[in-house]
């Protein structure tokens, strides 16, 4: 019997995110889409034909319907920027294959190839938020201040190794380094100067591993969550891990917690920010949220959020 072909899909993979496992797979992915009725467009990341150059090209093209895209929160990341820029609509499977998948986490993604592939392949959507950072984008998280760079310090072996312990561990051995940082934030409704250590601004709830960094936040509320620890002494710093990883953190005195439409951050110092675990802009930032932006396969079964 002949098979009805619905259309293209867009695989954009990184080869290179967790284990690596991809490379093992891509002919029993490209087999399940084929059964699902689609033909396959691979497209291998950090290549000299980038995202940005096929999401310029397949704009007007009406026959790809879903783009699966397989890696972490960094391969997202820039597969958002290139649709946000190009203007393209086009819903989004995820197939968590890095370390922590903070993005995908919120989603109840499953890291099994064929359980994400029941997913991106199925017909359930909800939307998503993006965030704004000056003018480029982020999915879940930008962070600035001490220990921003700990995802891209973290040995590669002991990422796949540990998982997000290890980003536990890197975190736990900065300590000694940290020092805050004059800071001025600048919401709608009022002006904070404070020093801190670092400041995430979040779309998400998890970053790094940290699975309930932000437990409040929402991905299609319209607004970021912050989260930004003071200056403290260095022995309370401690315990204050232990509540972070708990999710118990936003009650503590040495933690600024708030929700926002909009925020300005400056600070004397030079410093660079990291969005999604990439190296992102440098201070002065002007955050800002591009409301249900994102149409992101999830289950029918695990998806309980009401669009």
Not at 251 to 279: C, H, I, M, P, W
Request: hydrophobic share 40%; glycine share 8%; aromatic share 8%.
């Amino acid at each position: 019997m002949k098979r009805e072909i619905k259309g293209r899909v867009l695989l954009y993979y990184n080869p290179y995110s967790g284990t690596g496992s991809i490379k093992d797979n891509l002919d029993h992915i490209i087999d399940r889409c084929q059964q699902a009725g689609y033909a396959v467009m691979p497209l291998r990341a950090e290549r000299e034909i980038t995202i940005d150059d096929v999401m310029g090209m397949i704009k007007e093209q009406e026959d790809i319907k879903r783009i699966i895209v397989s890696g972490g929160d960094g391969t997202i990341h820039k597969l958002v920027n290139a649709m946000v820029n190009h203007d393209v609509y086009i819903p989004i499977g995820l197939m968590p294959s890095g370390t922590a998948n903070d993005f995908a986490f919120y989603f109840e993604i499953d890291s099994d190839i064929d359980a994400a592939l029941d997913v991106a392949l199925g017909n359930r959507t909800t939307l998503a938020d993006v965030g704004m950072i000056n003018d480029k984008y982020f999915i879940n998280v930008c962070a600035m201040g001490a220990m921003v760079d700990v995802s891209q310090k973290t040995d590669p072996q002991l990422k796949n190794a540990l998982g997000p312990l290890a980003y536990y561990l890197k975190a736990a051995s900065e300590l000694p380094q940290v020092h805050g940082i004059p800071m001025k934030l600048t919401t709608p409704n009022e002006v904070i100067e404070e020093e801190f250590y670092f400041l995430t601004v979040m779309n998400g709830e998890s970053a790094g591993g940290f699975r309930k960094l932000s437990p409040s936040s929402s991905m299609k509320d319209g607004k970021l969550d912050v989260v930004a620890f003071k200056k403290m002494p260095i022995m309370e710093f401690g315990p204050l891990l232990f509540e972070l990883i708990n999710g118990r953190h936003p009650q503590n005195r040495n933690v600024l917690y708030f929700q926002t439409e909009s925020l300005d951050v400056e600070s004397l110092e030079d410093l660079v920010s990291d969005a999604d675990g990439e190296k992102g802009e440098r201070l002065p930032i002007h955050f800002g949220v591009i409301e249900k932006r994102l149409e992101v396969f999830v289950s029918e079964k695990t998806w309980t959020y009401d669009d």
